[in-house]
């Protein structure tokens, strides 16, 4: 059984801070468990950032088997799409597993580019945020949507789903105020991110973003349709070709998805 991290520098003192308290407190175990997954993945990444700046804190073998039981907790979280439908304190935990698998295969459990499900992880995520309701989201949510957001763009550089995430992440942006990397920077700190794995990626992410904003002059709306030429204030994306093993649940079709005022 993992214990809570004790004794660590406060060398990121705000890394999963972010995620909702109230989930904690809940009466849906679902809830809880996702909770204190990202909470150990919080701490688990503290101490490699610690490892990799001198600070031993742990042995190599401690750290390899608190990898194992981390992953092995992340993996055995239950898939729930739409959870439990428009039931308010719900409606983020799908794409935040998917968020926190992406986040493991980059940063705590890394496989390499070519046999890690970046593409699977990326679409079944996709899937999940193109039926959110944004009139359930509020302005502190909308924090959390940010980094489950840029977890999606990170992974699918290169893709016709990179410009779906990058076109997304867009009004978010604005309506979180975020103008600069280090604004974009100092948010995702608060749920997981790992500055020496994520940064790079990230700027380039930002690099897009920031195109989006400077060329609207309002917040985009986005949605999984077939790309738009005709319009500069409308841009959209096909949803990538999913099996029907990724269909699940789920089998509707994706629906616009557009960030609260």
């Not at 493991?104 to 580019?113: K, Q």
């Not at 103008?179 to 992410?205: A, C, H, Q, Y």
Request: net charge negative; hydrophobic share 35%.
């Amino acid at each position: 059984m993992l214990q809570p991290f004790e004794g660590l520098p406060d060398s990121m003192p705000d890394i999963g801070q972010g995620f909702p308290e109230e989930w904690q407190q809940s009466d849906s175990r679902l809830l809880q468990d996702l909770f204190t997954t990202v909470r150990y993945m919080s701490g688990y990444s503290r101490l490699v950032f610690n490892h990799s700046e001198g600070i031993k804190l742990q042995s190599t073998g401690t750290l390899t088997d608190l990898r194992n039981s981390i992953q092995h907790r992340l993996l055995s979280l239950p898939a729930c799409p739409s959870a439990l439908g428009s039931s308010g304190i719900y409606h983020l935990y799908e794409s935040t597993r998917l968020g926190a698998q992406i986040y493991s295969l980059l940063c705590i459990y890394p496989y390499p580019a070519g046999p890690a499900p970046f593409a699977e992880a990326a679409s079944r995520l996709k899937r999940e945020l193109s039926n959110l309701d944004p009139r359930t989201i509020s302005y502190e949510e909308s924090k959390l949507l940010f980094w489950i957001l840029v977890m999606g763009a990170i992974v699918t550089v290169g893709t016709f789903d990179r410009l779906w995430f990058i076109t997304a992440l867009g009004p978010v942006a604005y309506g979180l105020q975020v103008e600069s990397w280090p604004d974009m920077k100092s948010l995702l700190l608060t749920f997981l991110w790992l500055s020496k794995t994520n940064d790079i990626d990230g700027r380039d992410v930002w690099d897009e973003v920031s195109s989006l904003i400077f060329e609207h002059s309002k917040p985009v709306r986005f949605s999984s349709a077939t790309p738009s030429v005709g319009s500069s204030h409308d841009m959209s994306i096909r949803t990538r070709s999913i099996s029907s093993a990724e269909i699940e649940e789920n089998p509707g079709d994706d629906q616009p998805f557009s960030t609260p005022s």
